[in-house]
């Protein structure tokens, strides 16, 4: 970190002063694979990993095998010494929800092995606290309180640190899999309260960043419908329909439990804000509003 960098406020700062919506901001993704790697995470994880010129090709590929995939490397710090590699895959699209995971003696193994055929499915979720500080330093500032607290209160098997799960300025991130939910500004304090509710098969609103399966517009719907209408449950509505009314206006169609809902949503640019804490300049970030109807 340049000593310009670190004179400068937090990204994630900038953002809680200016009240930026965490509605609509989660990244969108539909398969995960997670590696565990303990050695340096670096600003680019994977190119900078001590894994061997094989590896890293063969992890590249198994992202390209599917769309919208996204690797992560993963960590616990109990683990430092531990002999074997934990990898787990994850398919967050509505509807085909799968946690599954495996464990090999060696990252060489993931040559011979598609990890997404091989890997047992798992019941429990996966509870994932972005820690990636070299990516930027609000995800180390609050990324690291973030994983402590839930990995005081899970099961060991449960808590992972993983690596720039999108949304910096957002921190704390905490995302959770199969589902890939996605919370932000996860205070330390916080965590007992996502926590019930997940187990509760509820959403916690008011850090609530959106579902990765859906494309923005649709995530700016689906909080505006369940703030409306009450609707906390994971499973309370489902994605009906998508119509473009213009080159940034959509309307969004969701089948809930209180019955059709449709909201219309528009593309603009929010505040001028530090999108990163790197980011040179300020940029007015895209934002997605759910119009009232």
């Not at 010129?53 to 590929?61: G, M, P």
């Not at 609000?138 to 808590?159: F, H, K, N, T, V």
């Not at 999108?166 to 905490?174: E, V």
């Not at 494309?215 to 209408?229: D, I, S």
């Amino acid at each position: 970190m340049s000593n310009g960098e670190a004179q400068r406020p937090f990204c994630s700062e900038i953002a809680r002063e200016n009240d930026e919506p965490l509605g609509a901001t989660a990244s969108r993704i539909d398969h995960w694979l997670l590696v565990e790697y303990r050695g340096l995470w670096s600003h680019d994880a994977l190119a900078g990993s001590g894994l061997s010129d094989q590896i890293k090709a063969r992890l590249r590929e198994l992202v390209a095998a599917r769309p919208r995939t996204r690797l992560l490397f993963i960590r616990r710090p109990d683990r430092r010494h531990h002999e074997g590699v934990a990898i787990f895959v994850a398919d967050s699209r509505a509807g085909h929800e799968r946690l599954a995971g495996l464990e090999v003696e060696e990252h060489e193994e993931l040559r011979r092995i598609d990890p997404f055929e091989a890997a047992k499915t798992l019941d429990e979720p996966l509870f994932l606290a972005c820690t990636h500080g070299k990516h930027d330093r609000c995800c180390a500032r609050y990324g690291r309180p973030l994983w402590e607290g839930i990995s005081e209160q899970l099961d060991e098997s449960s808590a992972w640190q993983c690596t720039h799960v999108g949304g910096d300025r957002f921190a704390g991130n905490l995302v959770v899999l199969p589902h890939g939910i996605y919370y932000g500004r996860v205070d330390r304090d916080d965590v007992g309260d996502v926590l019930d509710h997940h187990f509760s098969g509820q959403l916690a609103l008011d850090r609530y960043r959106g579902r990765s399966c859906w494309p923005f517009n649709v995530q700016a719907a689906e909080r505006r419908v369940r703030a409306e209408e009450g609707l906390t449950g994971i499973a309370d509505l489902s994605l009906a329909g998508v119509s473009r009314d213009g080159e940034h206006r959509w309307t969004v169609r969701f089948e809930t439990r209180v019955g059709v809902r449709e909201v219309e949503v528009v593309e603009e640019h929010g505040e001028l804000t530090l999108l990163t804490c790197s980011s040179p300049v300020a940029r007015r970030p895209r934002r997605y509003v759910a119009m009232p109807r």
